[in-house]
């Protein structure tokens, strides 16, 4: 089975260029605001970094999710878009001054602290607007994911986040300073995590430190465990919604939230992920001395996660039915690592068939580059068509 294109449309489109089909996108929201509304005091935030395209951000917007920016050009996206500052969360480990002020400026709902460098700086910006700033610190929980080594962000080596013998030092320091007010704490252990053990694992890991902080009877109003959640990039079709149930069931019974806590999750591949194709031309069949070559027109630079993750994207010719042969899928780059996949079965291709790079919402148009100056892949959604 192959996904659902306008094909004739697509026809008349300069290739290569993004798909995205906004009636997946509704159902998935809609489950995740039914799944996260079954639990009293879950706020779900959208992960600007998925994907940033101005009329995927107005659904989100519209769906009622809020925002989970990592820079001060996120900020500004999201609030052209409709955010409500009061939504917006804002992590990262190099904010520079410039986007602290942003935040400052908009009131946004609070600033992801990644280090007492960084807390330093919050706080002496916000004086010179004689604001207060509120800040949940990122805490690293050394929980490890199931995951590719270089989207794991629960560990100790990792650059992120604050460590969790400096938890209480922080918070204490932070009490002491005029301009900041401390309104939580925030994790975030990877992404594209299937496996609902590693989230079970960081619920663990969050009542422990909240049993300490208890002690010390320090009150925490919020508890953001970032997001993580996986999709199905081997089964696009058959698994387009990531099952959401699970994922907020797990926190829900194993999560010890005090009263009045408030529960964030910052979701940005389990919402746009499957709602997205890139939509490639073939260029050329090259055969080889062992193997054929299916050359198209998008490269890399349209589509890195493959060279920079090794990851898999379900490859399918949309233009043909006949007999599946075996192709590696490359692109036009001056670089070796420019390949889709090996050693792939596709439908026998021939010049000029249109080929759709599955599961490609998130992380796709975003991280787009204009290398070997080429033009940046337009992003199409259902109802341009």
Same mark, same amino acid.
Request: aromatic letters at 8%; glycine letters at 8%.
């Given at each position: 089975?192959?996904?659902?294109?306008?094909?004739?449309?697509?026809?008349?489109?300069?290739?290569?260029?993004?798909?995205?089909? #906004?009636?997946?996108?509704?159902?998935?929201?809609? #489950?995740?605001?039914?799944?996260?509304?079954? /639990?009293?005091?879950?706020? %779900? /935030?959208?992960? *600007?970094?998925?994907?940033? @395209?101005?009329?995927?951000?107005?659904? +989100?917007?519209?769906?009622?999710?809020? &925002?989970?920016?990592?820079?001060?050009?996120? *900020?500004?996206?999201?609030?052209?878009?409709?955010?409500?500052?009061?939504? *917006? %969360?804002?992590?990262?480990?190099?904010?520079?001054?410039?986007?602290?002020?942003?935040?400052?400026? =908009?009131? +946004?709902?609070?600033?992801?602290?990644?280090?007492?460098?960084?807390?330093?700086?919050?706080?002496? $910006?916000?004086?010179?607007?004689?604001?207060?700033?509120?800040?949940?610190?990122?805490?690293?929980?050394?929980?490890? &994911?199931?995951?590719?080594?270089?989207?794991? #962000?629960?560990? &100790?080596?990792?650059?992120?986040?604050?460590?969790?013998?400096?938890?209480?030092? #922080?918070?204490?320091?932070?009490?002491?300073?005029?301009?900041?007010?401390?309104?939580?704490?925030?994790? /975030?252990?990877?992404?594209?995590?299937?496996?609902?053990?590693?989230?079970?694992?960081?619920?663990?890991?969050?009542?422990?430190?909240?049993?300490?902080?208890?002690? =010390? /009877?320090?009150?925490?109003?919020?508890?953001?465990?970032?997001?993580?959640?996986? *999709?199905?990039?081997?089964?696009?079709?058959?698994?387009?919604?990531?099952?959401?149930? &699970?994922?907020?069931?797990?926190?829900?019974?194993?999560?010890?939230?005090?009263?009045?806590? =408030? $529960?964030?999750?910052?979701?940005?591949r389990a919402v746009v992920g499957q709602m997205g194709s890139l939509i490639t031309r073939t260029l050329y069949i090259k055969q080889g001395t062992a193997k054929q070559f299916l050359i198209v027109d998008a490269g890399m630079t349209d589509l890195i996660r493959p060279a920079l993750y090794q990851a898999y994207h379900k490859i399918e010719n949309i233009s043909s039915e006949e007999p599946a042969e075996t192709y590696d899928v490359v692109g036009p780059i001056c670089e070796s690592s420019d390949v889709f996949a090996k050693a792939i079965d596709v439908n026998k291709a021939h010049?000029?068939?249109?080929?759709?790079?599955?599961?490609?919402?998130?992380?796709?148009?975003?991280?787009?580059?204009?290398? @070997?100056?080429?033009?940046?892949?337009?992003?199409?959604?259902?109802?341009?068509?």
């Amino acid at each position: 089975m192959k996904g659902n294109f306008p094909i004739e449309q697509f026809e008349q489109l300069q290739t290569p260029f993004y798909y995205y089909d #906004t009636e997946l996108l509704r159902r998935t929201l809609q #489950t995740i605001n039914q799944e996260a509304g079954r /639990h009293e005091g879950f706020v %779900v /935030h959208y992960a *600007i970094k998925a994907n940033a @395209n101005p009329k995927v951000l107005n659904m +989100i917007c519209q769906a009622g999710l809020g &925002a989970d920016c990592v820079s001060g050009g996120e *900020i500004r996206r999201c609030l052209e878009a409709g955010f409500s500052p009061s939504k *917006i %969360v804002y992590a990262g480990v190099g904010k520079s001054d410039w986007e602290i002020n942003l935040g400052l400026d =908009k009131n +946004i709902f609070c600033f992801n602290v990644e280090s007492v460098a960084e807390l330093e700086v919050i706080n002496e $910006l916000a004086a010179k607007k004689d604001k207060v700033a509120s800040v949940c610190f990122r805490i690293n929980p050394d929980v490890g &994911a199931h995951t590719h080594a270089k989207i794991t #962000t629960g560990l &100790a080596e990792n650059k992120f986040g604050i460590a969790m013998q400096d938890m209480e030092a #922080t918070i204490e320091k932070a009490a002491s300073m005029s301009n900041i007010r401390f309104t939580g704490l925030h994790f /975030h252990i990877g992404s594209q995590i299937l496996d609902m053990g590693d989230f079970a694992a960081l619920c663990n890991r969050i009542n422990e430190l909240q049993d300490v902080l208890e002690k =010390k /009877h320090v009150k925490v109003e919020n508890i953001n465990v970032g997001g993580g959640l996986g *999709i199905d990039y081997q089964h696009p079709n058959r698994v387009p919604v990531p099952d959401f149930k &699970a994922y907020f069931d797990t926190y829900a019974r194993l999560l010890k939230l005090r009263e009045g806590q =408030k $529960l964030h999750f910052e979701l940005g591949r389990a919402v746009v992920g499957q709602m997205g194709s890139l939509i490639t031309r073939t260029l050329y069949i090259k055969q080889g001395t062992a193997k054929q070559f299916l050359i198209v027109d998008a490269g890399m630079t349209d589509l890195i996660r493959p060279a920079l993750y090794q990851a898999y994207h379900k490859i399918e010719n949309i233009s043909s039915e006949e007999p599946a042969e075996t192709y590696d899928v490359v692109g036009p780059i001056c670089e070796s690592s420019d390949v889709f996949a090996k050693a792939i079965d596709v439908n026998k291709a021939h010049r000029g068939d249109l080929i759709a790079m599955r599961s490609a919402g998130a992380y796709g148009e975003i991280m787009a580059s204009q290398y @070997n100056c080429r033009e940046l892949p337009k992003g199409y959604i259902t109802e341009d068509f």
